[in-house]
């Protein structure tokens, strides 16, 4: 069976666990505890010597790292529930959105980043929140104007983009990002979240998640 390695609140796991889902694909989880820096320990090294989660490890023991990677990877090996257009411009499209969150605000604001910022840089703790908040709402501005379909974010079947959008927007909810000025991001959020696929991936629904 597949193993994925992930942390409840990780979005870059949150979006391989969605696809996992909507692919219908049975794994197992292995959860990475970032809070105690599990990431960086030995035994995880062996398996992404990166020290980010996710991982996904397949039956063979051969691993795969960087969640847009696993999300290649899973429309190759697994084609039935496919999340990618077939179409090679739309395709590029959905990619492009998907770097959009993938490249230019997730890994601003990234823990590691952020305890950065806190420790070496000596942000405040309302500084560091200010950062986070400001690489999401100028990514957000962008994608917001691509939202033009519905219930999905590009139509009526879910695919690459609500798979990263839901974890971002989760993120930016986490952070008090006020979604009123993104009402198109806001209804596909709304949308994915009463589906069994995303509910499942949800963080607040994780066996690691830490009981209140
Ligand atoms: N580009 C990577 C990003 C992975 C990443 O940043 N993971 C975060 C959690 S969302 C992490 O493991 N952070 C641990 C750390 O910063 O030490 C991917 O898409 O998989």
């Given amino acids: 069976m597949l193993k994925l390695y992930s942390y409840f609140h990780s979005s870059s ?6 696809a996992l889902n909507l692919k219908n694909i049975k794994y197992r989880l292995e959860p990475i505890n970032l809070l105690k820096s599990e990431e960086q320990q030995t035994r995880y090294l062996s398996i992404n010597p990166q020290g980010l989660v996710p991982a996904l490890t397949l039956p063979n023991g051969q691993s795969l790292s960087q969640s847009m990677a696993i999300l290649e990877w899973l429309e190759t090996a697994y084609p039935q529930v496919p999340l990618l257009p077939d179409d090679p411009m739309e395709a590029a499209r959905v990619r492009s959105l998907c770097h959009s969150i993938a490249c230019d605000i997730q890994p601003l604001n990234n823990l590691r980043v952020l305890n950065y910022l806190k420790g070496t840089m000596a942000l405040s703790q309302e500084q560091s929140i200010q950062w986070y908040r400001h690489w999401i709402r100028q990514g957000f501005e962008v994608i917001e104007k691509a939202m033009i379909a519905s219930p999905f ?5 879910p695919g690459w983009v609500d798979v990263l959008l839901i974890p971002q927007t989760y993120n930016a909810l986490r952070f008090q ?3 009123a000025s993104y009402p198109a991001i806001d209804q596909i959020y709304r949308h994915c979240n009463g589906l069994p696929a995303f509910q499942a991936a949800h963080p607040d629904n994780q066996p690691d998640k830490p009981s209140a």
């Fill in 177 to 179: 990002v006020d979604l």
């Fill in 153 to 157: 974010a590009l139509g009526s079947e």
């Fill in 13 to 18: 796991a949150y979006r391989v666990r969605i």
